[in-house]
């Protein structure tokens, strides 16, 4: 097979048994794996995939391997990788694999520059640091490649600052636009997988504490609630006016950074900005607040400014530094990288399910349609979106009503009133 760069690959067998675990809950991710295998839709492409390597992304491999395809796949964070995932699909389905869990920023990029290598047709990134590395560095891939698929909130608008200054070079589909994406990974994912990275890195009680959610988007919605139904009284900082307004009516606090970071337990950010939490927050902040973030990079809180500001450091367990400040001790949870995949195993299959679903049937999608598409960002079709949740629901054993012939009329009618 073709190389790879992994831990240790003596982890596989534990990796195939958590694999099949994420695959009793991906119905949906089976179905059209089933599809795949009879079709071959992808045969004979090669997929270079920048994903999170979990053992839902690793049904994602397979499925797209049955699909015909070739897959090179390397982390989309330094810290989200599970080792013996990484080691099971390169022992058992001979994918190529470059991760490995805690690799720094110079090994981070040779693993992406190790998927380039293999000259992709089609990109799958998470956070568009494959993409972006193509167009800066790698450019001379750009003709082999066909079309991309783009998975997450930051990635999508990367790209599209990058299409609309005309630098992106081929179509990518934002799987993260379709509905059965972000109204359930984004908000029911990250909300789960948040509080479980927390509670796992620091065992804290999060019942009775102030935690204050920086950015009310789809996931900030999901981390505020899943923080409530555990008990925290949650206070919800926002730039966007109608964000805030729906945090608000939702029954949150909402204020200022300056005026929550005094009373947090906990700071959790998701923004997708850098700064959010800066200098002047560390200063007001009690003894003992918690930092984490959930947004893609790991930009979100000042860390520079907080090493300035702290007289010394230490690594006091697993994901948990500690900032001696003279008057008061701050924690960082796992260096400020997404606590979700850091501390914990990201979000759940049942959610990553309808992700991947969209991931694979955008691939295929690109193969029928890329040459028609301009080089642009592109939003997955709602026939799509909802055939997903379709197939999602009856694999739950739900039933819902069909419009009547009168009712499709009089939805389809402007004439009639009251
Ligand atoms: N992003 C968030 N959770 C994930 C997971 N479990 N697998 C892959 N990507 C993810």
Redesign the pocket.
């Known amino acids: 097979m073709d190389s790879y760069d992994i831990k240790d690959i003596s982890l596989a067998k534990a990796g195939s048994e958590r694999i099949e675990w994420a695959e009793k809950d991906m119905p949906v991710l089976r179905k059209i794996r089933q599809r795949f295998e009879k079709t071959k839709p992808l045969q004979g492409l090669i997929i270079g995939a920048c ?2 390597v ?1 053992t ?2 690793a049904n994602l491999a397979i499925t797209l391997k049955k699909g015909g395809a070739k897959l090179f796949l390397c982390a989309s964070n330094p810290l989200s990788t599970q080792d013996d995932v990484a080691a099971s699909l390169v022992k058992h389905h001979k994918i190529s694999v470059f991760a490995i869990k805690g690799e720094d920023n110079k090994i981070y990029y040779s693993h992406i520059n190790r998927v380039i290598d293999a000259k992709p047709d089609i990109t799958m990134d ?1 956070g568009a640091d494959l993409v972006s590395t193509i167009h800066t560095k790698r450019k001379n891939c750009l003709k082999n490649i066909i079309g991309g698929t783009e998975e997450t909130t930051t990635g999508v608008i990367r790209l599209k600052a990058m299409a609309k200054d005309h630098e992106l070079k081929y179509p990518i589909i934002a799987v993260n636009d379709a509905m059965t994406k972000h109204f359930f990974d984004n908000r029911y ?1 990250t909300g789960q ?1 948040t509080i479980d990275g927390i509670v796992r890195a620091t065992n804290r009680l999060i019942a009775g504490s102030t935690f204050v959610m920086a950015g009310y988007g789809w996931c900030g919605r999901g981390i505020a609630n899943k923080a409530r139904g555990s008990g925290a009284n949650v206070i919800v900082t926002e730039v966007d006016p109608v964000k805030a307004l729906e945090a608000k009516l939702d029954g949150f606090r909402v204020m200022k950074m300056i005026d929550a970071a005094k009373q947090a337990d906990f700071v959790c950010t998701s923004t997708g900005d850098i700064n959010v939490v800066d200098k002047q927050h560390f200063k007001v902040m009690k003894n003992e607040c918690i930092l984490c973030n959930s947004g893609h990079f790991n930009v979100e809180i000042n860390i520079e400014a907080l090493e300035n500001l702290a007289k010394s450091k230490k690594e006091l367990k697993n994901f948990v530094s500690e900032y001696n400040l003279g008057n008061k001790r701050i924690y960082l949870l796992a260096g400020g990288r997404l606590i ?2 850091s501390a914990a ?3 759940p299959a049942c959610v ?1 399910d309808m992700s991947f679903a969209n991931q694979a049937l955008s691939a295929e999608y690109l193969v029928e349609n890329a040459s028609n598409l301009e080089p642009d960002v592109f939003t997955i079709s709602e026939k799509i979106d909802k055939e997903i949740a379709s197939i999602k629901l009856d694999e739950m054993g739900v039933e819902i009503d069909k419009l009547t012939k009168e009712q499709k009329k009089y939805l389809e009618s402007w004439s009639l009133g009251t």
């Open positions: 994903l999170h979990t839902e992304t998470d994912g997988s979700n995949l195993e990201g979000h990553m």
